[in-house]
């Protein structure tokens, strides 16, 4: 089974979150940790447990948060749900794989990232995001294959998840998948895995992978989205300041534009961003930036935010930059693949 995180780890991001953590610790001292138990003989988290999901429909969580007073949770009347996988939030360089039960880290995870996140959803989705043993960020640039076995453990609890979401909560209803970065990363690994089955071929109403390449050639079946009600297909991107670059598998990769939803390359100008969120998590940013496809980088113009004084790489806000666009593109996704089933 391909283990996309680790065949891309050369090409991640760093977190502008984190960064001085990597300018104060080595990420070779990862390196000269043993793997632990969970890397000899595999064992599934008990996803039975809610306590080992970071967003569930009745629960009172941070994915039930919205962040202007003109939004709301749906969640209690949604028809379809999103199986939605967070990105690291783990980034000690002592360990492998985060422990489920660390509260420090469900704390960051919940409080920034599925709040940022995962609330985009919850407008038209039920919303599910499983907790699982995450590779720390220094895995992304290990040289040994013991990240093989971190990226294999985080891979098998996301798989593990989702199956069990699908016999046990799923009941037929129609999905979307997302994830970002990390979280993208076991997305594609789980449509390579399961893009012939039946699940995936009549209820995937769209999957957004966002934060990693995406290469066509990863999949037989599935296509990418050329439009905003495109169904059954998969959009991707990845942000950066107008003109950068990244490492050259990008070339291959699609970059949809959530401005348009189209990957042709047509620009969108910030008139067409429906509403950013920042860190704050209190309104929305209206016509925040503007965006373009270019070369399998998602390229926008410097937005008038303090942190892109310092940072060209946009990786942490690849969903917040368009989180408006998205909240509403959800909702067209869902329109349209239920009016092509009736």
């Known amino acids: ?107 960051r995870t919940d409080r920034i990232i599925v709040k940022h996140q995962a609330s985009v959803f919850n407008g038209s989705c039920k919303v599910y995001a499983p907790r699982y043993r995450q590779a720390t960020i220094h895995a992304f640039w290990s040289e040994t294959d013991k990240s093989d076995k971190a990226f294999e453990v985080a891979y098998n609890d996301v798989r593990e998840a989702f199956i069990y979401y699908l016999n046990n909560y799923n009941k037929g209803r129609p999905f979307i998948l997302a994830g970002h970065s990390q979280g993208a990363s076991h997305i594609i690994s789980l449509l390579i895995e399961f893009e012939d089955q039946a699940f995936i071929q009549d209820q995937l ?78 309104g929305l940013r209206l016509n925040f930036c503007d965006a373009q496809s270019n070369t399998g980088i998602l390229w926008v113009n410097k937005p008038k935010y303090w942190i892109t004084s310092f940072v060209k790489n946009y990786h942490v806000g690849d969903i917040n930059m368009f989180w408006m666009n998205i909240r509403y593109n959800v909702a067209q996704r869902i329109k349209a693949f239920q009016e092509d089933k009736r």
């Open 205 to 282: 109403v769209t999957a957004y992978i966002v934060g990693m390449p995406v290469l066509p050639s990863y999949f037989e079946r599935l296509k990418p989205c050329e439009n905003a009600t495109e169904t059954g297909c998969y959009n991707g991107w990845s942000t950066m300041q107008h003109g950068e670059r990244s490492n050259p598998i990008y070339e291959q990769s699609i970059c949809t534009n959530p401005l348009n939803w189209k990957i042709d390359g047509t620009y969108a100008s910030r008139l067409e961003n429906k509403g950013a969120v920042v860190f704050n998590y209190n």
């Open 1 to 107: 089974m391909l283990k996309i995180a680790n065949k891309l780890k050369t090409t991640h991001f760093s977190l502008l979150l984190i960064g001085f953590i990597l300018l104060c610790v080595s990420c070779a001292k990862i390196d000269r940790k043993p793997l632990d138990t969970m890397h000899e003989q595999y064992y599934a988290p008990a996803y039975s447990d809610d306590s080992n999901w970071a967003a569930l429909p009745w629960k009172e969580d941070f994915a039930d948060r919205v962040p202007a007073d003109t939004l709301y949770d749906r969640q209690d009347r949604a028809d379809v749900d999103v199986f939605y996988v967070h990105p690291t939030s783990f980034y000690n360089p002592n360990h492998w794989n985060a422990e489920l039960s660390r509260k420090m880290i469900n704390n």
